[in-house]
């Protein structure tokens, strides 16, 4: 009896791990049998094209930027700093008597340093340097070689080239980008009707790195030193400016 009842126990047993066995084996065959439809085909391709164009803007200069410094050396540094500020503030009130606003006159570096003098392989302390140096921008460009020549009558040490730029350069930049898009824009719609096909968004944009381009001079050119004053203050041609803005446009496409 206990036999039989083993016997009986065994076979349901192995009853029960033949139907799991089974149903494990179908439900392998039917995802075998789904993924038949994949075989040889690749991850939907991701239809797009991209064009590129290009904006170029003019720039006329408006401003004018210079710079000049003030270097003077004596015994104490109390004596350095009044014979500097003399002189620096002599330049300063030449530059406000000609209309330069307190906003456009900035120091970039003011220095003290100790004054050596070196006799016999040995350095001896004899005084204090004071160095200055002040930057000007010019609005009125008219009056930039007159500036330049009075600063150069001072006696200040160090007047460095006259610079040309445009005070609001970001809006050239916003000029040219926008006629960049613009070209972009019309050479993706010609290669669509070309390709027969259709402009559904743009994907990506990428500007590159800025190109302020070159200036263009007629006449002497814009950069010069001053060593001593002119008789005649330099008429200074500011010439123009290329700004070029290149894109990249994504567009995808159906």
Same mark, same amino acid.
């Given at each position: 009896?206990?036999?039989?009842?083993?016997?009986?126990?065994?076979?349901k047993a192995g009853l029960v791990v033949s139907v799991l066995l089974a149903i494990f084996l179908t439900v392998i065959s039917i995802k075998e049998f789904k993924s038949?439809?994949?075989?040889?085909?690749?991850?939907?391709?991701?239809?797009?094209?991209?064009?590129?164009?290009?904006?170029?803007?003019?720039?006329?200069?408006?401003?004018?930027?210079?710079?000049?410094?003030?270097?003077?050396?004596?015994?104490?540094?109390?004596?350095?700093?009044?014979?500097?500020?003399?002189?620096?503030?002599?330049?300063?009130?030449?530059?406000?008597?000609?209309?330069?606003?307190d906003k456009d006159i900035k120091t970039l570096s003011y220095n003290i340093n100790p004054h050596y003098e070196y006799m016999d392989m040995k350095s001896t302390l004899t005084?204090?340097?004071?160095?200055?140096?002040?930057?000007?921008?010019?609005? =009125?460009?008219? +009056? %930039?070689? &007159?500036?330049?020549? @009075? $600063?150069?009558?001072? *006696?200040?040490?160090?007047? /460095?080239?006259?610079?040309?730029?445009?005070?609001?350069? =970001?809006?050239? +930049? %916003?000029? &040219?980008?926008?006629? @960049? $898009?613009?070209?972009? *824009?019309?050479?993706?719609? /010609?290669?669509?009707?070309?390709?027969?096909?259709?402009?559904?968004?743009?994907?990506?944009?990428?500007?590159?790195?800025?190109?302020?381009?070159?200036?263009?001079?007629?006449?002497?050119?814009?950069?010069?030193?001053?060593?001593?004053?002119?008789?005649?203050?330099?008429?200074?041609?500011?010439?123009?400016?290329?700004?070029?803005?290149?894109?990249?446009?994504?567009?995808?496409?159906?």
């Amino acid at each position: 009896m206990n036999n039989e009842n083993v016997k009986n126990n065994i076979w349901k047993a192995g009853l029960v791990v033949s139907v799991l066995l089974a149903i494990f084996l179908t439900v392998i065959s039917i995802k075998e049998f789904k993924s038949l439809r994949y075989v040889g085909k690749d991850t939907p391709i991701y239809n797009s094209i991209t064009v590129n164009g290009k904006g170029e803007a003019i720039s006329i200069p408006d401003i004018a930027t210079f710079s000049f410094g003030v270097i003077e050396t004596a015994k104490t540094i109390d004596e350095a700093q009044t014979k500097a500020t003399t002189k620096t503030n002599n330049a300063i009130k030449a530059l406000k008597d000609a209309g330069i606003a307190d906003k456009d006159i900035k120091t970039l570096s003011y220095n003290i340093n100790p004054h050596y003098e070196y006799m016999d392989m040995k350095s001896t302390l004899t005084g204090y340097d004071i160095s200055q140096t002040i930057q000007v921008k010019v609005r =009125d460009l008219k +009056k %930039a070689g &007159a500036l330049l020549s @009075a $600063i150069g009558s001072l *006696k200040v040490q160090n007047v /460095n080239s006259l610079i040309f730029s445009t005070d609001d350069i =970001d809006g050239i +930049k %916003a000029e &040219a980008r926008e006629l @960049a $898009i613009e070209n972009a *824009k019309e050479k993706a719609k /010609n290669l669509s009707r070309q390709l027969g096909v259709k402009l559904v968004r743009i994907t990506s944009f990428y500007e590159q790195g800025d190109d302020m381009g070159s200036y263009y001079r007629e006449g002497i050119g814009a950069d010069m030193q001053v060593k001593s004053m002119s008789a005649v203050a330099p008429e200074i041609p500011t010439g123009e400016q290329k700004v070029i803005s290149n894109v990249s446009v994504t567009y995808e496409i159906r």
